[in-house]
């Protein structure tokens, strides 16, 4: 499918773009172009976004997928995963301008994960891998990605305490997970003071986006090996929920 690129020029990314502190190359702007193209096509058959504008899908999406992009490098990271990564952000918009950084998407969903492979295979993202599993699985001890990755970031997946849950059993000691929440972020942070610190971690800090707000949060110690637990059981009785939401 080709690029909208007469689109793209009209809405002029890079003015788009500076206020979240990115600037792209045309071959970039041309690359997140076709991968739009390829997410509305897909979207017809399968509920990827919501976002049918493709100006809003640049801001709310793409532009918000890269306002990690500082931290990312700042932490120097050697390979990252995408939790979560449904309709691939923000973990494809981050392969596509970082093509020398190993990328894996995680999505349970197998339809959106044949997605994601499909799209990353049309694209020659080399530097992407596709994995369709529970986060529970991968992260557990016998799961094969626990303590894997340097960086996971993670968009629209939950409150940050269940998060923690989820992403932190995948990352190296003295790793980062980067979360990209909403405007709860505050409350978020506030909620989830029980699992920081069963699961040894500390919100470094936060970054106010035009479409959000960036949590950064720093793995500092051993995990117990109880966590993660069985799939499904961090969001059903979240670490320091409350006795309703542990039943």
């Known amino acids: 499918m080709p690029v909208d690129s007469n689109q793209d020029n009209a809405i002029n990314v890079n003015e788009l773009a500076e206020p979240y502190g990115v600037k792209l190359a ?4 041309c690359m997140l172009g076709r991968f739009l193209d390829l997410l509305f096509q897909a979207n017809t058959r399968m509920n990827l976004t919501r ?27 050697q390979n990252m995963l995408d939790l979560g990564a449904g309709g691939g952000f923000p973990g494809l918009p981050l392969a596509i301008v ?53 960086v996971v970031t993670a ?27 909403g405007e709860r972020a505050a409350k978020e942070i506030e909620e989830a003071a029980a699992a920081l610190r069963t ?13 959000g707000t960036i949590v950064v949060v720093r793995r500092d110690g051993p995990i117990p090996r109880m966590y993660p637990r069985r799939p499904g059981e961090p969001a059903h009785a979240p ?9």
């Open 26 to 29: 045309a071959e970039e702007v």
């Open 51 to 77: 976002i049918a504008d493709r100006k809003q899908a640049w801001t709310r999406h793409v532009l918000d997928s890269l306002s990690v992009l500082p931290y990312l490098e700042a932490a120097g990271a």
């Open 98 to 150: 970082r093509p020398d950084l190993p990328v894996t998407l995680l999505e349970a969903t197998g339809k959106k994960a044949r997605f994601l492979a499909e799209t990353a295979t049309a694209m020659g993202l080399d530097n992407v891998t596709v994995l369709s599993e529970r986060a529970e699985t991968l992260g557990s001890p016998d799961g094969g990605g626990r303590f894997a990755w340097d």
């Open 155 to 181: 968009r629209a997946v939950g409150p940050l305490r269940v998060l923690l849950e989820l992403a932190l059993p995948l990352v190296v000691e003295g790793g980062y997970l980067l979360a990209i929440k």
């Open 199 to 211: 699961l040894k971690a500390t919100v470094e800090s936060t970054c106010r986006t035009p479409s």
């Open 239 to 247: 670490i320091g929920g409350t006795p309703r939401e542990r039943r």
